[in-house]
């Protein structure tokens, strides 16, 4: 089974949409207006949807401090985590620097829309051992 596509509620599709084209190389499908955007990735074909449907969204909020609620992208090496990290602040992000969590080097920065992007190397994971009896 293939992961088809992500919807992420967004309080500025416009702006998110900006930083997805501008820093992770994902294109553009469908605009709606304000309100709703499908990207892609060429190289998997993963479909990012974002909305703001406020009607919808009512009192929805994301948590304002938390990086609980993210997205990630996968870079193959520590100077290329590096490389976007210092591209993002000198485009003005509040971003952290880079750090070494769980294995992977890595940092988190808040998108317009109000959640939450991972920027990291991969990490080496193992797959679960099955439950005691």
Do not use: C
Request: charged share 30%.
């Amino acid at each position: 089974m293939k992961l088809n596509h992500i919807n992420l509620t967004s309080i500025d599709v416009p702006a998110d949409v900006s930083m997805f084209e501008t820093y992770f190389g994902l294109r553009t499908l469908v605009m709606r207006g304000r309100t709703l955007a499908v990207i892609h990735d060429d190289d998997d074909g993963m479909l990012l949807v974002l909305n703001d449907f406020a009607k919808k969204r009512g009192s929805f909020a994301y948590p304002e401090d938390s990086d609980v609620h993210h997205i990630g992208f996968i870079q193959d090496s520590r100077e290329k985590v590096d490389a976007l990290n210092a591209r993002l602040k000198a485009d003005g992000w509040d971003v952290p620097e880079p750090r070494d969590y769980h294995g992977a080097w890595t940092f988190y920065f808040k998108a317009k829309g109000g959640y939450f992007i991972e920027v990291a190397t991969r990490t080496q994971l193992r797959r679960a051992e099955p439950a005691a009896v």
